[in-house]
């Protein structure tokens, strides 16, 4: 059984910063891509970034030079800092990962920034 669990949300004024984590129930080393998406009241939920098992990463464009993901394969944990926050970035964020053709969601993480 696969499970995600993200902690590190808050509030938290704009220009602050957060650090998200995420753990993962199961050994990440062999999972390509794992990734942070978040989602808005009233909006789709949208990509905010990804890591390959190489260290790739990729970003939205709102959030380059902003945000910063990285994973440690010893902790099993995906991390997301996040950095020079803007209201704009108030959403819920998740955790995910695909391991033998299922996909995984963790149960979300509220960040919320207050102008």
């Known amino acids: 059984q696969v499970h995600l669990v993200e902690s590190g949300g808050g509030l938290v004024q704009a220009g602050g910063s957060l650090r998200l984590s995420c753990a993962a129930s199961?050994?990440?080393?062999?999972?390509?891509?794992m990734a942070w998406y978040r989602q808005a009241p009233g909006k789709e939920r949208e990509l905010v970034a990804d890591?390959?098992?190489?260290?790739?990463?990729n970003y939205a464009d709102s959030v380059k030079g902003r945000f910063t993901i990285s994973r440690d394969n010893a902790k099993n944990t995906v991390y997301l800092q996040m950095n020079s926050l803007r209201p704009e970035d108030t959403a819920v964020y998740y955790c995910?990962?695909?391991?033998?053709?299922?996909?995984?969601w963790g149960q979300g993480t509220q960040v919320t920034v207050s102008s």
């Open positions: 890591i390959t098992s190489a260290g790739r990463t």
């Open positions: 199961v050994s990440i080393f062999s999972i390509n891509v």
């Open positions: 995910w990962m695909t391991k033998t053709g299922s996909q995984y």
